[in-house]
T-cell receptor
């Protein structure tokens, strides 16, 4: 079975500052990795994913995450945040070749961007 | 619009009642899911259906019964509702190992 740990439950940051949201996972098999974002009273939206290939993946709104197999991490970063980035961010994994494609989520990190 | 749609968005009911939540996807996906998000925002898989067949059934009370009439629908029926069932329930769908698409959630409140 796999597990996901998001070390920070809340991350306050000023607008235009850089941010890193940490994610570590544990699994006995290869995994796919995802970051989802949840805005207040909304569903989850996929932010970015790592399935294979380059370990650095980027989203269209300036976020990036790097898969580090040796450290079993998939930290999310953005060099300059905006007020509109305020949301809950979830890291998730699913096992490669898992028939059910089940996602295991971390506990979430609330990013609070202040003016 | 192409999407995963859930109804109702809000559901307020009394303890002991039976209720259903509907989910439909028009993305042509072959797998559908139900997740529960508790008051601390923790998300946990409940069920997974692939081509109308149950694949995953996590430790969920048997008061919860999913029904998949076809690949595009996965409904969730809950019997004898309890206070602890209060949560946001999310439906999702995917194709193969591609990322899951989520609905907007159904906020269930038990009085």
């Amino acid at each position: 079975a796999q597990s996901v740990t998001q070390l920070d439950s809340q991350v306050p940051v000023f607008e235009e500052a850089p941010v890193e949201l940490r994610c570590n996972y544990s699994s006995s098999v290869s995994v796919y990795l995802f970051w989802y974002v949840q805005y207040p009273n909304q569903g989850l939206q996929l932010l970015l994913k790592y399935l294979s290939g380059s370990t650095l993946v980027e989203s269209i709104n300036g976020f990036e995450a790097e898969f580090n197999k040796s450290q079993t991490s998939f930290h999310l970063r953005k060099p300059s945040v905006h007020i509109s980035d305020t949301a809950e961010y979830f890291c998730a994994v699913s096992e490669v070749n898992n028939a059910g494609n089940m996602l295991t989520f971390g506990g979430g990190t609330r990013l609070m961007v202040k003016p | 619009d192409t999407a995963v749609s859930q109804t109702p968005k809000y559901l307020v009911t009394q303890m002991g009642n039976d209720k259903s939540i509907k989910c439909e996807q028009n993305l042509g996906h072959d797998t559908m899911y139900w997740y529960k998000q508790d008051s601390k925002k923790f998300l946990k898989i409940m069920f997974s259906y692939n081509n109308k067949e149950l694949i995953i059934n996590e430790t969920v009370p048997n008061r919860f019964s999913p029904k998949s009439p076809d690949k595009a629908h996965l409904n969730l029926h809950i019997n004898s509702l309890e206070l602890g069932d209060s949560a946001v329930y999310f439906c999702a769908s995917s194709l193969g190992n591609q990322p899951q698409h989520f609905g907007d959630g159904t906020r269930l409140s038990i009085l």
